[in-house]
């Protein structure tokens, strides 16, 4: 069961630990506890479930409350599934968002004046007529939902890919935003004053470097070429991340 989870509270802007959140009550699953998100103010986190194990998601109503059980799925298409959580839209009308274990599908449970779903909603995502295949093994694959239906994913083998709202391949970033690395397992679109920033991971296993990207996309994500910074420098080296579980979050002041 992965053992006792944890969640800690960060400032965003100093690094500084300012709390924990209860994790009274979470249930046993493959791993308790791995994807996290907030939607409508409050967090949310996902477990990674197997075939004979229910998946859950949780949530939280303030930083000092227990959490209660959102989602129970006995079924979720019989995979492994959880190992990132994303959210789109709000409590009153939203989306939670994973992918199952090769990253062949989307999975969505929807939310409607807090209440959501117990089955998800199966998106298949295709390449060229075939099944899209994001990789094999517990991969993540963080979901970026667009108004005009559009899915980006940063899935655990590939570069971000854009998917129209059937799952059909559209495009991908350049392989030179991620620095050549196609294992990101984590992505964010950021607006900042009048401009739009694409932060990406970008880990490898083994010995080959991973890092973390920016890149400059406010003349459109797909026409980005390289990237502003690949940090650290040297990259990661030796230094692997097999689970290929990563996440990614941001804070602007004054609206950048």
């Given amino acids: 069961t992965g053992g006792t989870p944890a969640i800690k509270i960060i400032d965003a802007y100093t690094g500084a630990q300012t709390g924990s959140?209860?994790?009274?009550?979470?249930?046993?699953?493959?791993?308790?506890l791995s994807?996290?998100?907030?939607?409508?103010?409050k967090i949310v986190a996902s477990s990674i479930s197997s075939a004979n194990t229910n998946f859950y998601?949780?949530?939280?109503?303030?930083?000092s409350s227990d959490p209660r059980v959102l989602v129970t799925d006995s079924t979720h298409d019989d995979e492994v599934v959880g190992a990132q959580l994303s959210v789109s839209g709000d409590l009153n009308n939203g989306r939670l968002w994973i992918n199952n274990d090769g990253t062949t599908k989307l999975l969505y449970y929807t939310v409607t004046n807090g209440t959501?779903?117990?089955?998800?909603?199966?998106?298949?995502?295709?390449?060229s007529g075939a099944a899209f295949a994001g990789g094999n093994g517990r991969g993540s694959a963080e979901v970026i939902y667009n108004s005009d239906g559009t899915i980006w994913l940063a899935p655990k083998d590939a570069v971000p890919t854009l998917f129209d709202a059937s799952g059909a391949y559209k495009s991908s970033v350049n392989s030179g935003v991620v620095s050549g690395n196609q294992y990101g397992t984590a992505m964010?679109?950021?607006?900042?004053?009048?401009?739009?920033?694409?932060?990406?991971?970008a880990y490898k296993s083994g010995t080959n470097n991973g890092g973390f990207t920016l890149t400059n996309v406010t003349d459109g994500v797909e026409s980005a070429s390289s990237n502003l910074?690949?940090?650290p420098q040297a990259g990661?080296?030796?230094?692997?991340?097999?689970?290929?579980?990563?996440?990614?979050?941001?804070?602007?002041?004054?609206?950048g």
């Fill in 236 to 255: 990661l080296g030796a230094t692997s991340n097999d689970q290929r579980i990563t996440s990614l979050c941001y804070a602007t002041r004054n609206d």
């Fill in 21 to 32: 959140l209860s994790v009274n009550g979470i249930q046993n699953a493959l791993f308790k």
């Fill in 229 to 231: 910074f690949f940090y």
């Fill in 188 to 201: 964010k679109i950021i607006p900042f004053g009048e401009k739009k920033y694409l932060a990406a991971t």
């Fill in 57 to 63: 998601i949780y949530i939280w109503d303030n930083d």
């Fill in 35 to 41: 994807g996290i998100a907030v939607i409508g103010g």
């Fill in 116 to 127: 959501a779903s117990q089955t998800p909603t199966v998106i298949n995502l295709t390449k």
